[in-house]
């Protein structure tokens, strides 16, 4: 037994955690939300995580982000989050440091891919992506909105067609609508977006976020991705 997976052996099984072994998942967008799902991902097992990011850690990303500390500021998150998983698990690396759009798009191989975790923040490159999984066959959960938010129990999975109050979820699914994807698989939330007491610097249209939700989003991402691929009810 892996000393490094006894645990997890212990409570799905080693039939389950073979099939994690030989599977690969792509983590779109390292952020509050994705590095707490790719880090999961790979401490539960995941063969290969491929991961796509294109930024650098700021100070900002240190009260929501998992890779991001004072020490890795100004690196690339991609590098940062390479060693951590590296350092947490036998999974195999793979980094895009690219931002995800139309003129990238094809730098990634979605062939040998079995799930995807868009944990983008742009509606732009969230499309792209999900047009393209859907074309491929390979299923896909999307993180809705998670900033301005302060109960991660309130977050749920189900079909775009079931969200309600989200923001991010009504462009998406108009957008999807006019692309003729009717069905996409969903984390969000039913919380109202609470209004900002402050501005932030920042600009706008920059959320506000607290430690405790985004990372909450990633880790029930990551659940969910986890049970599908192991054959997990």
């Known amino acids: 037994m892996n000393d490094l997976l006894n645990r997890t052996e212990m409570l799905i099984g080693k039939e389950a955690l073979s099939l994690l072994s030989k599977k690969t998942v792509a983590v779109f967008g390292l952020g509050g939300v994705g590095s707490y799902t790719a880090a999961a991902l790979a401490r539960a097992g995941v063969g290969r995580l491929i991961v796509v990011d294109f930024d650098t850690v700021s100070p900002s990303n240190i009260n929501r982000q998992l890779f991001a500390t004072k020490s890795t500021v100004g690196q690339k998150k991609c590098d940062v989050a390479r060693r951590y998983l590296a350092d947490v698990s036998d999974c195999e690396i793979i980094t895009f440091d690219i931002r995800y759009c139309a003129e990238t798009a094809k730098e990634i191989d979605l062939s040998r891919v079995d799930y995807i975790a868009d944990c983008i923040d742009t509606v732009t490159s969230k499309?792209?992506?999900?047009?393209?999984?859907?074309?491929?066959?390979?299923?896909?959960?999307?993180?809705?909105?998670?900033?301005?938010?302060?109960?991660?129990?309130?977050?749920?999975?189900?079909?775009?067609?079931?969200?309600?109050?989200?923001?991010?979820?009504?462009?998406?699914?108009?957008?999807?609508?006019?692309?003729?994807?009717?069905?996409?698989?969903?984390?969000?939330?039913?919380?109202?977006?609470?209004?900002?007491?402050?501005?932030?610097?920042?600009?706008?249209?920059?959320?506000?976020?607290?430690?405790?939700?985004?990372?909450?989003?990633?880790?029930?991402?990551a659940g969910e991705i986890v049970r599908e691929l192991a054959g997990i009810e």
């Open 127 to 221: 499309l792209l992506l999900i047009e393209r999984a859907t074309a491929a066959g390979i299923p896909v959960i999307s993180s809705m909105g998670t900033g301005n938010k302060l109960y991660p129990e309130r977050f749920k999975i189900s079909d775009i067609s079931k969200t309600s109050v989200c923001p991010l979820a009504r462009v998406m699914r108009r957008e999807l609508k006019a692309r003729g994807i009717s069905h996409l698989k969903v984390l969000w939330s039913d919380e109202i977006p609470r209004k900002q007491p402050c501005e932030s610097g920042e600009g706008e249209r920059t959320p506000a976020s607290i430690s405790f939700v985004p990372s909450a989003a990633g880790l029930i991402i």
